[in-house]
Nanobody, 120 residues
Framework: QVQLVESGGGLVQPGGSLRLSCTASGSIFSINAMGWYRQAPGKQRELVARITSGGSTNYADSVKGRFTISRDNAKNTVYLQMNSLKPEDTAVYYC??????????????WGQGTQVTVSS
């Protein structure tokens, strides 16, 4: 079994910052990529940012220049630094890991989600 545990969500004023963390634990052989998705009420889940084991990153256009994803491979942890937050960033943020749980089988795992609310 693999677990993803997220932390760092909360309420912040527009223009503020938050840092999300997600740690993967359990039966992990190797991790290809980790990322963050978000889902606002009434909307589909969307990719926010993703980082590969080699450090390549990609971001949603709406967060480029404001959010930064990083990763500590030794700790199986991914971070999302969110600056200049806007009300439209309000959503439940989900951590995702694309990993091998043994030498042959690969699948994706999801965290339980953490609420980010941007409001004055």
């Amino acid at each position: 079994q693999v677990q993803l545990v997220e932390s760092g969500g909360g309420l912040v004023q527009p223009g503020g910052s938050l840092r999300l963390s997600c740690t993967a634990s359990g039966s992990i052989f190797s991790i290809n990529a980790m990322g963050w998705y978000r889902q606002a009420p009434g909307k589909q889940r969307e990719l926010v940012a993703r980082i590969t084991s080699g450090g390549s990153t990609n971001y949603a256009d709406s967060v480029k220049g404001r959010f930064t994803i990083s990763r500590d491979n030794a700790k199986n942890t991914v971070y999302l630094q969110m600056n200049s937050l806007k009300p439209e960033d309000t959503a439940v943020y989900y951590c995702n890991a694309d990993l091998y749980y043994n030498a042959y089988f690969r699948r994706q795992y999801w965290g339980q989600g953490t609420q980010v609310t941007v409001s004055s």
